[in-house]
Structure formats: structure tokens, C-alpha cells
């Protein structure tokens, strides 16, 4: 087997509320269907789907890598719809801080050798 590429599907409890939260915090959508939207920045995509189970979403998380750590935050602050976020803390691989989404969803924003 010869992989080439993994896409996470997240769940929503409100898709509304979640496309939009994503839109917000930096990803822009594409329409596949009723039920699921691409998200994409850069060469990073994942899927949003209408589709929820508090057990999953509550356990549910997702490394987002990127370069300017101070930058993401300041838009990730920026969002009406975060449910919590931490402050940058500095660990001995990088620099990390966590976001809450909206169905509870844990992201897990890194910047890698800092």
C-alpha cells in the first residue's frame, strides 16, 4: 500500500456554527455535499461533516502545524466561536496552544522547533 495523503473527518454538532468557525480561523471551504465540506489552507485539508456524537467529538483532536505560532493565535483569539483557548506554551519540541471548537474538539496548534 502506497499512501498518499490522510484527511480527518471532524465532526459537528451545529455545522453552520463549525463551517463557519473554521472559515474564521483561517480555512477556506469547498462545497462536496449537504453533509460534508472541505476545508483547506495551503496543502492541509480535512473534511467537516454533519455528523455528531459527543463521545467522539469530546475525544476527538487534531494537530494543526504552523509557522508563525504568534500569528495563529492572534487570529485564533480573534474567533467569536472558540469555545477555549490556552496561552503559547513554550515545550521542548516548539511551541503549542490549544483551541476548543465549537462541538467540542480539541486543536492542537503547533509551531515545531521553536
Not at 11 to 19: G, L, T, V
Not at 35 to 50: K, P, S, V
Not at 104 to 109: D, R
Request: charged letters at 25%.
Amino acid at each position: 500500500m502506497d499512501v498518499t495523503d490522510i484527511k480527518a473527518f471532524i465532526p459537528s454538532k451545529d455545522y453552520e456554527i463549525s463551517k463557519s468557525f473554521y472559515s474564521e480561523i483561517g480555512f477556506d471551504s469547498e462545497y462536496v455535499t449537504d453533509d460534508l465540506t472541505l476545508f483547506q489552507n495551503g496543502d492541509c485539508l480535512f473534511f467537516l461533516q454533519r455528523f455528531y456524537d459527543e463521545s467522539l467529538a469530546s475525544n476527538f483532536m487534531l494537530q494543526i502545524c504552523v509557522s508563525d505560532i504568534d500569528e495563529a493565535f492572534r487570529v485564533c483569539s480573534e474567533s467569536k466561536l472558540k469555545q477555549k483557548i490556552t496561552a503559547i506554551s513554550q515545550e521542548s519540541w516548539g511551541k503549542v496552544f490549544y483551541l476548543w471548537g465549537p462541538s467540542g474538539e480539541l486543536l492542537h496548534i503547533t509551531q515545531v522547533g521553536s
